[in-house]
């Protein structure tokens, strides 16, 4: 059953067209990569579903209800938990406070154990949890963004480029939990630039370019043809 539905969706700042056409289906409890160089227009398709750009034409619906210009809150709570690009933590805080920040709408006799759940995902947050979130390493500070956006109980978890900046082997475990809350049923949505990591997670591809579709695809298919979504990525083939 379709949890997310983009129909023709259009996102433009002023007179540059960031997205330009894009329809996608995101089942419940699949988890989808969106692809691309810099510039391809993830970021904003991401941005637009959250709610924090409004998109300039198409449709964005949610468990088959219209929220196209739903507010960014409303659709939070409606189980919707972006993962921003750079993290964007409070570096002043405490990884406690962080993580209770998260949990804004969240009934306060719940958030214990909302707290509980992020600490066995991520044991090092339970150990830093009075350390100011700014003194985190980047890896610390990525799951620590991860488990802010999880303490709202989301349905839908969006991603955006959660593997960049850190080291490969941070990056490895990053992925490895993200696989661990795809098994509770959380639906996924990740932009990433990293081709290899994406495939691991996803059941469904996306590529982008130039705010366009240009690759709809299985991600188990496209493990097996390399080249094809290469191609894609850096903008060679223009075929959904």
Known sequence: MALLEIDDLCVRYGHVSAVEGVSLTVERGSAVAILGRNGAGKSSLLNTIAGLVRASSGSVRWDGADITRLAT???????????????????????AENLRLGGFHVDRSLLPSAVGRIHALFPILAERSSQPAGQLSGGQQQMLAIGR????EPT????DEPSTGLAPKIATEVYERLAELRTTGL?????????????????????LNLGRTVLTERSAALSRDDARIRAAYIGAEATT
């Open 73 to 95: 809150a409303k659709r939070a709570r409606r189980g919707v938990s972006l993962v921003p690009e750079g993290k964007r933590i409070f570096p002043a805080l405490t990884v």
């Open 149 to 152: 956006a999880l303490m709202a």
């Open 156 to 159: 839908l978890l969006l991603l």
């Open 187 to 207: 639906t996924l949505v990740v932009v990433e630039q990293q081709i290899d990591r994406a495939l691991t997670l996803a059941d469904d591809v996306i590529v």
